[in-house]
């Protein structure tokens, strides 16, 4: 039988600025991988099950809670798809979380969850304005050495650090947690500012007072790029 593995990480400093703080782990008995931002993870995550059947989906706290966010027959999945075809021999690309440089800001109430940051945590240097730090989570069938991964975009080649992995027996693979800086495009930049400002002023109609309450105004946007690769964007929302 298989033992858990779990990973944190986060873009910026413990004391300082810095990103949303993510959580991936695998389970002990069959070796799934699951991926959320570490603030809800008890309530929605993204699970890579070794089957093949990889979805985005509340997990089943929310239905037993007081207030559940979903009736008792509501279906938790919002997303389901299968596993991609290989990038390259013995490789496949998971999953992606994009955390912009303007993203990565000093909270509200530095203070508050102070306990919450002295955890392990692996922290990645801020990257410089109008770039992103992109986390990539890879599945291999072997095991490979640090410096030997590349990301593309386009024409260009960024080179990837392997942040964190493990071996999945059960599964017979490998699992990666991979880093790079990239230059997000003007486009992509303006498309985040007008997803946030949409977003946020739902939020506040949706949530009405306890929006102000929120210690920590964080979010992520959930979506997929054209090659059907899902991902998060990591976003502070305005105070």
């Known amino acids: 039988m298989g033992s858990s593995s779990t990973v944190r990480f986060a873009v910026g400093r413990r004391e300082g600025p810095r990103s949303n703080v993510w959580v991936l782990f695998t389970s002990k008995k069959e070796n799934d991988v699951y991926l ?6 008890d309530l929605i995550k993204v699970s890579l099950h070794k089957s093949g059947d990889w979805r985005w989906a509340f997990t089943e706290q929310p239905l037993s ?8 027959d509501g279906n938790r999945t919002m997303d389901k798809w299968e596993r991609p075809p290989e990038f390259a021999p013995g490789c496949v690309k998971a999953f992606q979380i994009l955390v912009p440089s303007s993203e990565v800001t000093m909270p509200e109430h530095p203070d508050d969850y102070r306990d919450k940051y002295r955890k392990k945590i692996h922290w990645v240097r801020r990257a410089p304005e109008t770039f992103g730090t992109y ?19 386009g024409q260009e080649i960024y080179e990837a650090q392997p942040i964190w992995h493990t071996w999945l027996p059960r599964d017979g693979k490998y699992v990666w947690m991979l880093a790079h800086e990239q230059p997000i495009s003007e486009i992509d930049r303006k498309g985040i500012e007008a997803t946030r400002q949409e977003w946020n002023q739902a939020f506040k109609r949706e949530a009405g007072a306890m929006y102000t ?5 964080r979010l992520f946007f959930y979506s997929a790029d054209a090659h059907g690769t899902r991902f998060f964007i990591d976003i502070a929302m305005p105070c």
């Open 65 to 72: 809670s007081p207030s559940p966010v979903l009736p008792p």
């Open 135 to 153: 986390f990539t989570v890879i599945f291999t069938a072997s095991e490979f050495g640090p410096g030997s991964w590349q990301a593309t975009a």
């Open 213 to 217: 309450q929120l210690r920590e105004k």
């Open 36 to 41: 959320s931002m570490r603030s809800f993870a």
